[in-house]
């Protein structure tokens, strides 16, 4: 079972303790976002924004600091606030001791902005400098975070959320930027464990960590008043865990997932899912009394963990509220011509417990024997990694339809690059407009989106761990 402790095997009453602190105990926590300095858009000298190690204090403060890479050596790294239609520029200085790339994920983005080493840009070798340029036309809950060695690099802590703000603030009180991660952290030295390239992870269910926490803390907690409504952005940047959340002494709607709207503001009643790579907006409201904690809730093994604690320590004057207004959409969410589109086939293969007997590995034929030995599990429809043609070769405006099978025994989180997609959902119904479908074993599923983007766009399982066995291709818009 893992549960947000990082206990020390020696002391049976400290780890008792250390276990009660990291699920119960709480620290006043001052806001978490802070805006960037404006200023520098108009210029030619962007925003600096430097990839960098640094050390924090993720464990209890009985153990030393991890260190960590961040976005000017901080975590949780910056929050990035900017106008719906803005442009946002930042230059990335790399000062880490590898070659690392930025990713905006969410953001329908022009191409050569998208951050992919590889395949949009060269990575950029340390000491070095990239200028990223682009418009960020949908309002909602992005992040970014480094799009090189990405299992590595995300799990040491390159990552940001990107808020990108609606033309009309929505009526709330406080807006709360929650990023859920869990680290692997040695428990002795609260080091992170360097292994990112373990068979175990790579062939089961990815990274997975023993320290969960929110926005860096382990007992992440808020002052709130009875009555207050906050949005929630929650933003799952964990290599692999997949966050399942409920909601204790808060009454709430979820807005959007993945930046985008939903037409219709649902009351949450059910525990809210959340796969690597996945937002969701919500909507909730105070209503556990002064005195009290409401809890944002990890639910794990049928317990419940504070994934967020909200004390509350005063009352609002106006009680009750209405059901939310629904936030506007943005721009370009229709998937039509779905009888006519292009139909994509996607088989997933491998892993543990899977099926797979061989695949194409660099243009050979290997067993799944020799796919292990070369710590490659996974592959779609038959190949492992990326092929030198693209999965298909889409005309720009055309609507494609891209139906997955998850042939093995783990799930996994499907993101595509660069445009959304909604689910073709039975009777010919769609879903919700997203950039990350989470898949269980067993499923069949399909997406379909408009290729209305133009260039090359990776898809790939962002159980990070995943992609770098196998689990990744990409698709071009021309
Ligand atoms: Cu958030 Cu290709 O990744
Ligand atoms: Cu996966």
Not at 139 to 150: E, K, V
Not at 237 to 243: D, G, L, Q, S, T
Request: proline share 6%; hydrophobic share 40%.
């Amino acid at each position: 079972m893992c549960e947000p402790k990082l206990a020390r095997t020696t002391n049976e009453n400290e780890m008792t303790h250390t276990r009660r602190a990291f699920i119960q105990s709480g620290l006043a926590m001052s806001a978490l976002s802070f805006f960037p300095k404006a200023g520098s858009a108009a210029t030619p000298e962007f925003q600096v924004m430097t990839a960098q190690s640094g050390a924090v204090q993720l464990a209890p403060p009985d153990y030393p600091k991890t260190e960590i890479w961040g976005y000017d050596g901080k975590f949780p790294g910056p929050v990035i606030r900017v106008r719906q239609g803005a442009r946002l520029q930042r230059r990335l200085v790399n000062k880490l001791p590898q070659a690392t790339s930025l990713h905006w994920h969410g953001v329908r983005i022009s191409n050569a902005m998208d951050g992919v080493a590889g395949l949009t840009q060269d990575a950029i070798p340390t000491g070095e400098t990239f200028d990223y340029d682009f418009a960020v036309p949908d309002a909602g809950t992005f992040w970014f975070h480094a799009h090189n060695r990405s299992v590595e690099q995300v799990a040491r802590g390159l990552y940001g959320a990107l808020i990108v703000e609606e033309p009309i603030a929505p009526d709330v009180d406080r807006d709360e930027v929650l990023i859920l991660d869990d680290w692997l952290l040695n428990p002795e030295t609260a080091q992170l464990d360097p292994d990112f390239e373990a068979v175990h992870d790579r062939s089961h269910a990815g990274r997975r960590g023993n320290f969960v926490a929110t926005n860096g803390s382990f007992n992440s907690t808020l002052n709130v008043s009875q009555g207050e409504r906050m949005r929630l952005r929650l933003i799952n940047a964990a290599n692999a865990r997949i966050f399942v959340l409920g909601l204790s002494g808060l009454k709430g709607w979820v807005m959007a997932f993945d930046g985008m709207p939903l037409v219709t503001p649902s009351e949450i009643s059910e525990p809210i899912i959340l796969g690597p790579g996945q937002r969701a907006d919500l909507f909730v409201d105070v209503i556990a009394d002064e005195g009290e904690s409401a809890h944002l809730v990890r639910l794990e093994d049928g317990q419940g963990f504070a994934q967020t604690e909200f004390r509350v320590t005063g009352t609002l004057a106006s009680a009750v509220r209405d059901v939310p207004q629904v936030l506007p959409p943005n721009p370009n969410m229709d998937v039509p011509g779905l009888e006519q589109a292009r139909r994509i086939r996607l088989n997933m293969e491998g892993g543990a417990m899977g099926n797979l007997d061989a695949a194409i590995l660099e243009g050979e034929r290997k067993t799944f024997r020799q796919l292990v030995d070369a710590n490659q599990f996974w592959a779609f429809n038959g190949t492992v990694g990326m092929t030198e043609k693209p999965l298909a070769s889409l005309s720009r405006g055309e609507t494609a339809r891209v139906e997955i099978y998850n042939d093995t025994s783990f799930p996994h989180a499907m993101h595509l690059h660069g445009m959304h997609f909604r689910e073709v959902l039975e009777g010919g119904e769609v879903g919700p407009l997203r950039d990350t479908l989470l898949m269980f074993g067993g499923e069949t599923r399909e997406i379909a989106f408009v290729a209305d983007n133009p260039g090359k766009w990776l898809f790939h399982c962002h159980m990070l761990s995943h992609a770098a066995s196998g689990m990744m291709t990409w698709l071009e818009v021309a």
